[in-house]
């Protein structure tokens, strides 16, 4: 095991003069670039559209007398199956195309949804949807990573995080309350052109990566330890990430439900606050230190949790769980794009991107099989005990 290198110049004393023959300090790179910045405003397009309309299409379908969890179920399944298959269609097609369709199958089913109200046309509309976020997000992710300097790839990785946060932040809520004030048609009015105007900036973007070398795709990366460790590291923490989302609500006592609205807020907040420490610290230090305190932290946050009558304690669950989660997303993500060529982006952002979605799902669905059998108690215990099963990936990554 070899110790990452810092990419943190050494400085001289102040007061110091530098000896001669003494080559001079490398200046760090600027991180902020004008196509960073187009990226960022694809980045604020693409998670405002999703996210409008997260848990408004479920509503939809349940006030129209169909299912909201297949609307969902569609949704996720479709957008799993694409990040799978981003990698190779980047690949031939490049950043931009891939970027571009995605935007707009994100967009353009969104402007349509309210024309029908059978459930056939709304699975319909969610399986493109979920194939367009799956493009935008794998193959934004790789083109995110090829505009970030090296030395300063964990800082722009949790800057990029913060963009894609706050539009998550804000329109998981609104998109329902203005549903409830206003109607359907013009939130989804809204997630539709969203999505439709992120794709101005898109010319402006590069269209392949700059280096040689052929994607091998997500199979053959998780042939090696190298993707596939701190992608089961991740996936672990990511189980949790799913419990708390789901099953709070239910599993705390109902005459707290403030303390719920509470706990959901301050969960993405402290990962969204850790998740940039952890990128500044990832860039001196290396971000294979964070991965097993990332791992272990998330998982002390969910047992902690498990007292779910204690507001105290789930609510510093609930947040040290986040801190940790937002450790692990950070030093999992640099960690990976580190040991890759560029050609290899589109692999690292769909691995990892499975590995949220797909250990969301999992965590949500077995946590819910464990808890009608145990209770929610001894559900979050179990829970925060199975992942540590990811500790010996995490060692070896340490």
Known sequence: MTKPPSHRPVAAAP????????????????LMTRRLLLRFVT???????????????????????????????????????????????VARFGYRSALAAGLALLGAPALVLTVGHGMAWIVGVCLLRGLGFAL???A?????????????????????????GVPSLVGLPLGVWLASHVGFTPVCAAGGVAALAAMVVVPGLPGRERSAGRDAGVVA?????????????????????GIIVTFL?????SSLSGLVAAALFAQPATATV????????????GPGRLVLPGLLASSAGLLVTAATSSPVAVLAGVALFGAGFGVAQNAT??????????????????????????????????????????????????AAAVMLVALAPAWRDR
Do not use: K
């Open 249 to 253: 609500p239910v599993a705390v006592p």
């Open 43 to 89: 980045v604020i397009g693409a998670s405002a559209s999703f996210f409008l309309l997260l848990s408004v299409v479920p509503l939809y379908a349940e006030r129209g007398g169909g299912d909201a969890g297949l609307a969902t179920g569609a949704l996720m399944l479709a957008t799993v199956g694409g990040e799978l298959a981003t990698p190779r269609l």
């Open 274 to 285: 850790a998740r940039w420490f952890a990128g500044r610290f990832g860039d001196r230090h």
């Open 221 to 241: 990366g998780l042939r090696g330890g190298a993707l596939a460790r701190p992608t089961a590291v991740f996936a672990a923490t990511a189980l949790g990430a």
């Open 333 to 382: 993500l640099t960690l990976m794009y580190a040991r890759v060529p560029e050609s290899g982006y589109g692999t690292v952002s769909a691995l990892w991107n499975v590995a949220y979605d797909g250990g969301m799902g999992l965590g949500a669905v077995g946590f819910g099989a464990a808890a009608a059998r145990a209770g929610y108690p001894a559900a979050f215990a179990l």
């Open 136 to 138: 935008t997000v794998v």
């Open 15 to 30: 007061g110091t003069a530098r000896l001669p023959g003494t080559p001079p300090v490398p200046a760090r790179p600027p």
């Open 140 to 164: 934004g992710g790789a083109l995110t990573a090829s505009l970030i300097p090296a030395e300063r790839r964990g800082e722009g990785l949790a800057l990029a995080g913060i963009v894609s």
